[in-house]
């Protein structure tokens, strides 16, 4: 997962995912009203082997490993706070977010001229219409770069083309994202 949509992603978040593997399968539990049946199905493993992993009786626990750590971080990732991520999602659609970056930014313009691309913090307001654009990108499987592209284009206009009123014509590299969050509402 690329910046971009790490950013998205804690955008749409109030509370952050739980930290340990062991509170993470307690709520992958509670989600499935205890099931480790159904948890097991989830996270492709065996349901002794939840067991195994949510046990109380000292020296049958057993811990999971590398692989499974990390599908039990995206079960629960994909699972957690399903209506506020929603909720969110629908308001930074309607009325916009805040876009805050440390890129890598140029311009189409001659060599050697002031604008040649270098790495700016720019916070700027972005309308609905790109949250939307940037919403639809990643639910359809849109890459890192195709993100780039829609906030590079929506950057270019907001923030160097200050709304159209100037700078026409002006081209907008964005590249190197070295960090990019997002605040809603």
Do not use: C, N
């Not at 040649?116 to 790109?130: A, F, H, K, M, Y």
């Amino acid at each position: 997962m690329g910046e971009i949509a790490q950013g998205l992603e804690r955008a749409l978040r109030t509370r952050p995912v739980p930290p340990d593997t062991e509170t993470r399968l307690r709520f992958l539990l509670a989600a499935h009203q205890g099931s480790t049946r159904q948890v097991a199905a989830v996270l492709e493993v065996s349901q002794r082997t939840v067991q195994r992993w949510v046990t109380k009786k000292p020296g049958a626990r057993r811990s999971p490993g590398p692989a499974q750590i990390q599908v039990i971080e995206e079960a629960v990732s994909a699972r957690w706070q399903p209506r506020v991520r929603a909720r969110r999602q629908t308001r930074a659609e309607a009325e916009g977010f805040v876009l805050h970056t440390r890129a890598r930014f140029g311009f189409a313009d001659a060599a050697r001229s002031s604008d040649d691309p270098r790495v700016r913090r720019i916070t700027q307001r972005l309308s609905g219409e790109v949250a939307r654009e940037l919403f639809a990108a990643r639910d359809a499987g849109a890459g890192e770069q195709q993100q780039m592209v829609i906030l590079a284009r929506a950057l270019g206009h907001a923030y160097f083309r200050d709304g159209g009123r100037r700078a026409h014509g002006l081209g907008i590299a964005f590249t190197d994202v070295e960090f990019a969050d997002f605040s809603i509402g």
